[in-house]
């Protein structure tokens, strides 16, 4: 792979280590791979869903099944060995990446969402009181929005939902307003998955923190695309998902300070977060395997390492570039069209662009967009509030990474063209 100089990314080495973007599309749709009547480029716009995989990925989860694959701290056998210390050193490489101060603050998880349950169901049924609340945005993904609805239906609490203004910005003022001192938890997205919009987490988080309030991030859309520090942010808590920074599914993050982790209550039981079983009861493990019950995601955690590696070889600043750039070609090319509505800011927006084409459903705009090849999200992104605020059903969703280019997007352009077209 060329590293990028200071100007950019070199994209094309980048593709070399992506073989699904070689993927010709069309013919069969139902089938599971493609045929012999597949003819046209795939044009893979939905990184804000996931991600794809490189080759070094790959190899490194392969390996892992190859060589050594045993569980973890079970056995004394040299492949259960192997296996412990990969997995024990994926938590201090994650912790290192986010600017963690050791992987006792590090907790492997499925995906965001189950790292919002994990704190809603420890810190949350333990320390959230009736009359107390939580504020968070009219922009959250449904992962932390429904969560802290039904934590504070069973607490007898309150959810405050910041609005945002016409550009897609959080209206600050309304936030320090919904902040009081009986507020809980501040929870807040760090990168919109619908509007781009890059809020001031670390601003909000000291806002919080003035009323002796909690900080959580959702950092599904931010850790992937750009340096992620939390110490500087100061959160309580910052969470996100392997499968969109180049990783494997079925693996998360949740960093928590440890002073916090080591308050709580554990989220599940059973093997490998206990210390000591007895009749009577039992006591927990360290930091951060109290957390982590059953037989963890293994092979989940090595991919995780390497995906780390790859984009740190890199660069996350040369990433964070790349993608704004691709955004707001991306934005500026859309706003040729007068029938076209883009949402969010045009400046100091995530890798994606959300809009709509008059009077024609994001659904049937995504679907011709794939007969040419172009692959986009279409529906609410699971912000289903957001859309009701912006009065749309659903919404077109273009997202950017380290290995797509201008031309991808011109041909989005000339696709959404097409598109209107036809429906005209």
């Not at 070199?10 to 069969?28: H, T, Y």
């Not at 804000?48 to 056995?75: I, K, L």
């Not at 919002?116 to 949350?124: D, E, I, M, Q």
Request: some cysteine.
């Amino acid at each position: 792979m060329t590293v990028s100089d200071a100007t950019g990314l070199d994209v094309e080495a980048i593709r070399e280590d992506f073989p699904i973007l070689d993927r010709q599309i069309g013919g069969d749709v139902t089938a599971p791979g493609p045929d012999e009547t597949d003819d046209t480029p795939l044009y893979y716009l939905d990184n804000a869903a996931t991600s794809h995989t490189p080759r070094q990925v790959v190899e490194a989860m392969t390996e892992y099944y190859y060589e050594y694959n045993s569980n973890v701290h079970r056995g004394i056998h040299s492949l259960s060995q192997e296996a412990s210390v990969a997995y024990e050193e994926a938590h201090d490489r994650v912790a290192a990446f986010v600017g963690a101060d050791g992987r006792e603050e590090i907790v492997f998880t499925k995906n965001t969402t189950e790292a919002f349950n994990l704190v809603a169901y420890t810190w949350g049924l333990t320390e959230l009181e009736p009359g107390e609340n939580v504020v968070t945005t009219q922009m959250e993904h449904h992962a932390s929005l429904v969560t802290w609805q039904q934590l504070c239906e069973k607490q007898g609490a309150e959810v405050r939902y910041v609005e945002i203004d016409e550009d897609g910005h959080l209206d600050m003022d309304d936030l320090r307003s919904k902040v009081d001192d009986d507020t809980a938890m501040v929870s807040t997205v760090h990168v919109s998955n619908t509007l781009g919009t890059v809020n001031p987490v670390a601003e909000i988080t000291e806002i919080a923190h003035e009323h002796d309030a909690l900080s959580f991030v959702d950092g599904a859309q931010a850790v992937p695309t750009r340096p992620v520090d939390v110490g500087a942010i100061d959160a309580d808590f910052y969470a996100f998902s392997g499968h969109k920074m180049l990783g494997p599914t079925g693996i998360g993050v949740l960093y928590g300070k440890e002073r916090l982790l080591e308050a709580l209550p554990p989220f599940l039981v059973g093997g490998a977060m206990i210390r000591r079983v007895e009749f009577e009861g039992a006591t927990w493990e360290d930091l951060p395997w109290k957390f982590e019950a059953g037989t963890p995601p293994i092979a989940e955690a090595v991919g995780l390492t390497a995906a780390i590696d790859y984009l740190e070889e890199v660069g996350m600043a040369a990433i964070e570039r790349h993608e704004s750039e691709l955004a707001r070609y991306a934005y500026d090319r859309l706003a040729e069209f007068d029938d076209i509505e883009i949402y969010g800011p045009r400046e100091e927006r995530g890798g994606l662009v959300g809009f709509n084409l008059d009077s024609v459903h994001a659904h049937d705009l995504s679907s011709i967009l794939d007969d040419h090849g172009v692959a986009v999200r279409a529906g609410d992104h699971c912000t289903q509030p957001l859309h009701d605020v912006l009065g749309v059903p659903a919404s077109t969703r273009a997202s950017f990474y380290l290995y797509n280019t201008r031309e991808e997007i011109d041909e989005l352009i000339d696709a959404v063209d097409t598109a209107r077209q036809l429906f005209a």
